[in-house]
């Protein structure tokens, strides 16, 4: 399987993450994801309009379900790393809102591709008090090695964020950042906010015609 349908899978399995802020801030991390990722993966299953891969509806579902529970800030900050320190505010803001629109168009497409893919969920290896965690997950396909697939979250006063996904030990803001440092060096902040930018507008036109 290419990284890229990793990414893909890893997307589908993010998606999963109910917005339920008091349970989240209730329940053990590991529980949470086990809990809602078992859920939402019966309600794709069972979701004609989305299997069809209808846009509208698949948009919906991630608006509902993804963007309750990850800091996009956060992950932006990350993914852009040491030259996010050189973004004006306004820039920062539109980076983060660039990168959140990036990953929603990411995430809605991985969920036309589901494929009655099953989840295995490791045994929790943080403390009750840790405030960051690693819930460790694997991916199993007939045909196909099974797939690691890590969360990376952080406890908050809204609850638990997510702010970086591991796929196969690779880090989605790690990879992110290798492309968006060499556009940063070829046309400096204001060249990746157009570069994304463009981006989101190629996707957008993908799933206006497919």
């Known amino acids: 399987m290419s990284f890229r349908k990793l990414i893909t899978l890893c997307c589908v399995l993010v998606a999963a993450l109910?917005?339920?802020?008091?349970?989240?801030?209730?329940?053990?991390p590991d529980v949470l994801v086990r809990e809602v990722t078992n859920e939402v993966l019966e309600i794709v299953r069972a979701d004609e309009a989305l299997r069809a891969g209808e846009k509208h509806r698949v948009m919906e579902l991630v608006d509902a379900k993804v963007l309750p529970h990850f800091d996009f800030r956060r992950m932006t900050m990350l993914a852009v790393g040491r030259d996010w320190r050189d973004a004006s505010a306004e820039q920062q803001v539109r980076l983060t809102e660039a990168f959140r629109?990036?990953?929603?168009r990411t995430y809605s497409n991985a969920l036309t591709q589901y494929r009655d893919q099953t989840v295995a969920f490791k045994p929790a290896r943080f403390a009750a008090t840790d405030k960051r965690v690693q819930v460790r997950t694997e991916v199993h396909q007939s045909?196909?090695?099974?797939?690691?697939?890590?969360?990376?979250?952080?406890?908050?006063?809204?609850?638990?964020?997510?702010?970086?996904?591991?796929?196969?030990?690779v880090s989605l803001?790690?990879?992110?950042?290798?492309?968006?440092?060499?556009?940063?060096?070829?046309?400096?902040?204001?060249?990746?906010?157009?570069?994304?930018?463009?981006?989101n507008r190629s996707l957008e036109a993908e799933q206006q015609h497919s």
């Open 101 to 104: 629109t990036l990953l929603v």
């Open 18 to 28: 109910l917005p339920l802020a008091q349970a989240s801030a209730q329940q053990a």
């Open 143 to 169: 045909g196909a090695q099974p797939i690691g697939i890590d969360y990376m979250l952080e406890q908050s006063e809204a609850g638990w964020k997510v702010f970086d996904v591991i796929v196969a030990g």
């Open 173 to 199: 803001v790690t990879t992110y950042r290798s492309s968006f440092a060499d556009e940063v060096r070829s046309g400096g902040v204001e060249g990746l906010l157009k570069s994304l930018e463009a981006k």
